[in-house]
């Protein structure tokens, strides 16, 4: 009787006609992704605008396919995600504070007039109700005068002096006082230009700000040049999390966003943050007993690994934290070990126990041989970890002398 029932509901669930549709969208998009990738992903990006996991997917996508994305920018940027040559520059409408009927101010003035010439500029030409102060500084944190020349942080200092003084010189032009008194100037709105200091964030603060303006890292991630490091800290990835069965237990590594502290109705301390990775982010709860102990490890743009519960009994996937450390990361390949090899004692067989012995610890730092007088660099295949008896083993090999400082 069960398959009865079942029976007729297959002709629809599995009908011709469905999975020719289905069959049809998969080879159109298939054929747009392998011959347009740069527009295809434009647009992808686009349809998830709203959805910062899944923007953040789709961004890790475009880096692993060397499609390069853009911090917003007033002189190309669109409202939406678009293409320029190879790159896609962030949509001006995804900055915080800045509303589409701004973006369509400062992309008609742009298509009117040109490219904006720099910041004074910028100011002079747009409609004034752009230069709101918070969107203005929402601007600069986003990266979007970054084409124009000007550090952020030099803007983020004076900006707000360069609005009133244009903001006050265009109020009098409009009222004609430039008619009438054209060469007086009140000594409050002298027409010399504020200078932009040359100061910029470090890393860090520059890429928490973009955080803060875009919801995700643009032009730089706290884990570029640290995912291999600190993959051999972890068991899996955050992806990867999600096949995994409710309860499971894994060490997990990431950067921690949006980092909250509470109390408890009893007083005790208690937070709440995003783990967040090249790929992919998920919530994290640490309650007060692992607060307690862990706690002091755990900051805003952190990188750490967790080793959390799984929790799938909710539409969205969670971590319950047990243990956190922060693992000690050599970013971009670490210190350099150089060998010397005597060359009265080379040898294919010192060569071959040479190799396995490098082999054995592999890890980020590269490896130069001095061979006589001649340096020479193994390929990357050799890189090696040196924190784990490496260093011993060499003297062991090749006598005390073999490392060369």
């Known amino acids: 009787k069960l398959f009865d029932v079942i029976e007729p509901f297959a002709d629809y669930a599995f009908n011709k006609s469905h999975s020719y549709g289905y069959g049809l969208v998969s080879y159109q998009t298939a054929w747009l992704k392998a011959n347009y990738p740069v527009q295809y992903l434009a647009a992808l990006l686009t349809s998830v605008k709203d959805d910062k996991d899944a923007t953040a997917k789709y961004l890790a996508e475009c ?98 002096q360069i609005v009133d003084r244009t ?15 054209g060469t007086l100037a009140t000594p409050e709105f002298d027409d010399a230009k504020v200078p932009i200091p040359d100061d910029e964030f470090d890393k860090a603060q520059k890429l928490a700000f973009e955080k803060e303006m875009l919801g995700l890292y643009v032009s730089d991630h706290p884990l570029m040049g640290a995912e291999a490091a600190l993959r051999k800290h972890a068991e899996t990835t955050i992806a990867d999390l999600r096949d995994l069965r409710d309860g499971d237990t894994r060490w997990v590594g990431g950067v921690v966003t949006n980092l909250s502290r509470r109390y408890t109705k009893k007083g005790d301390l208690m937070g709440t943050f995003h783990l ?38 909710e539409d969205q996937p969670k971590l319950t934290v047990l243990e956190v450390k922060k693992p000690e990361l050599v970013l971009d390949g670490g210190a350099p070990v150089h060998i010397d090899l005597p060359l009265n004692r080379l040898s294919d067989s010192l060569v071959q126990e040479l190799k396995e012995l490098l082999s054995a610890h592999a890890g980020d730092s590269p490896v130069f041989l001095h061979v006589g007088q001649k340096v020479l660099r193994l390929p990357d295949e050799f890189n090696v970890d040196d924190r784990n008896g490496l260093r011993g083993e060499i003297r062991v090999l090749l006598g005390p002398n073999a490392l060369v400082s």
């Open 167 to 181: 903001l006050e010189r265009r109020r009098r032009e409009s009222e004609g006082q430039y008619d009438l008194f």
């Open 63 to 160: 880096r692993s396919s060397g499609i390069e994305v853009l911090v917003p920018d007033v002189n190309v940027s669109m409202s939406d995600f678009a293409v320029r040559g190879s790159a896609i520059p962030f949509g001006l409408s995804a900055i915080r504070n800045v509303g589409e009927s701004l973006v369509e101010r400062i992309v008609g003035e742009r298509e009117r007039g040109g490219p904006f010439r720099d910041f004074y500029d910028f100011c002079e030409r747009v409609d004034p109700v752009v230069l709101n102060k918070r969107t203005v500084e929402s601007l600069i944190k986003a990266g979007a005068f970054d084409s124009l020349g000007h550090p952020r942080k030099g803007l983020c200092l004076v900006f707000d």
């Open 276 to 313: 967040e990775d090249l790929q992919s982010s998920i919530e994290a709860w640490v309650f007060p007993r692992v607060m307690q102990e862990y706690g002091w490890l755990l900051a805003d743009d952190a990188i750490v690994c967790v080793k959390a519960r799984l929790d799938l009994r």
